[in-house]
């Protein structure tokens, strides 16, 4: 569930002590939650709210029950974008609940990047095809997708506990997927707990996902299995048999740094021209993976993170050469309508179509689910605007 504190003129002028104080007692007596994680808005940043001190109040008068848990991170807009709040109350996890007791439960922790509950479901399948031991953290599968049982339940069985976020802190070594999302939190597990870390991009695609897994069976000592060989093999026999159709196809991709990365490196490997990316999410980083990607690959390709890195820049560079196809989030239908392209809605937000967080794009099976959904939208569009004489039955 989520509850605000409601800022109101009189807050911004005398601070939102009051406010939260109030909220953490009635969400804490009403909906009787385990956690009550606080995030910061624009305006409690810039009057300077002290949210340690604030919260250290709620437990001195006793509104944080005995038991309970409030934990907090700060999470202005105008600092970074999505990914940079997601990051701080990941790492706000880690400072908060992971402790070290000496003995090592030889875990591997998985933090994940920004992704959705079926891309957190299809990564611990596969640790589970590995039988490798895991902890996944954070971990919205069967919370943000829950089923319809037809027994009402105020918060889903699904999820990372609480025991499984302290036990972080004894683990023998964590994996990040998505380093922007993820590097700050594995840093802090380190520095508190003396858990080592390796950062790996999201495992979208061929490369990233073999990285992903090569990483795992390394240091939970686990073999990959024949399932996991044999799904690799029918996303490369999608690749070949679709190659006929993608080869050299132009594509313009926004979205987050951590998803378009991988992405484009999946797209190289399906023969396909990535020529336009941009993220709002600053960092150089991103910048240098794509020189690294596309610089001898994709010489003409333009790439650009940040502030002005928005949908304006990349219709400007669309309308000055076009593209075959659009990839990203919901914001781009408007291009896809004004220029009449392709456009695959795939990252955050998607705001005007449903599945998206039921079906997987992460891992083997993920890359199928892509491909399938590229060439459906090229061949939907070749459909829409063949001639009577040019329209075939079998493509």
């Given amino acids: 569930m989520a509850g605000t504190s409601s800022f109101t003129e009189g807050s ?16 804490f007596t009403t909906y009787k939650p385990d956690i009550i994680a606080v995030h910061t808005t624009c305006l409690s940043e810039t009057i300077g709210d002290d949210l340690n001190q604030i919260l250290g109040k709620a437990r001195e008068e006793g509104k944080v029950p005995k038991g309970k848990h409030v934990l907090h991170c700060n999470t202005p807009s105008y600092v970074g974008s999505h990914v940079t709040g997601y990051a701080n109350m990941l790492m706000g996890l880690v400072a908060y609940f992971a402790q070290r007791t000496g003995v090592s439960n030889y875990q591997v922790n998985l933090a994940t990047g920004w992704v959705e509950p079926a891309d957190m479901r299809e990564i611990k399948r596969m640790a589970k095809e590995m039988s490798a031991n895991t902890m996944m953290f954070p971990d919205t599968s069967g919370v943000l997708d ?71 069976s390394r240091h939970a000592g686990a073999k990959i299995p024949q399932s996991l060989t044999v799904e690799r093999g029918r996303l490369l026999d999608v690749v070949a048999d679709m190659s006929k159709y993608l080869y050299g196809k132009r594509v313009a991709l926004w979205g987050d740094p951590d998803q378009l990365i991988p992405l484009v490196e999946f797209l190289l490997a399906c023969d396909m021209r990535p020529v336009y990316i941009v993220s709002g999410t600053p960092g150089k980083d991103f910048e240098e993976r794509m020189k690294e990607l596309l610089a001898e690959t994709v010489p003409e390709a333009k790439y650009k993170s940040g502030e002005r890195a928005d949908m304006f820049l990349m219709h400007q560079w669309i ?18 309508r004004d220029d009449n392209i ?21 891992g083997y099976t993920g890359g199928i689910r892509i491909l399938e959904k590229i060439l459906n939208a090229v061949l939907d569009h070749q459909d829409r605007e063949a001639p009577e004489e040019s329209f075939e039955l079998v493509m």
């Fill in 319 to 336: 309308k000055q050469e076009g593209v075959d196809l659009l990839i990203g989030n919901t914001y781009g239908k408007y291009i896809s």
């Fill in 12 to 27: 911004s002028v005398f601070g939102g002590q009051a406010n939260l104080l109030q909220a953490i007692d009635v969400m």
């Fill in 146 to 216: 829950g089923p319809l049982t037809g027994t009402y339940a105020m918060y889903p069985e699904g999820g990372t506990t609480i025991n499984e976020l302290i036990s972080a802190g004894d683990a023998k070594f964590s994996i990040g997927l998505g380093p922007l999302a993820t590097e700050e939190a594995c840093k802090k597990l380190e520095y508190k707990c003396k858990v080592k870390y390796e950062l790996c991009d999201l495992p979208i695609g061929i490369q990233a996902t073999d990285r992903f897994l090569m990483s795992l």
């Fill in 342 to 362: 392709p456009f695959v809605r795939m990252g955050f937000p998607i705001l005007d179509r449903v599945g998206h967080s039921y079906f997987p794009t992460v």
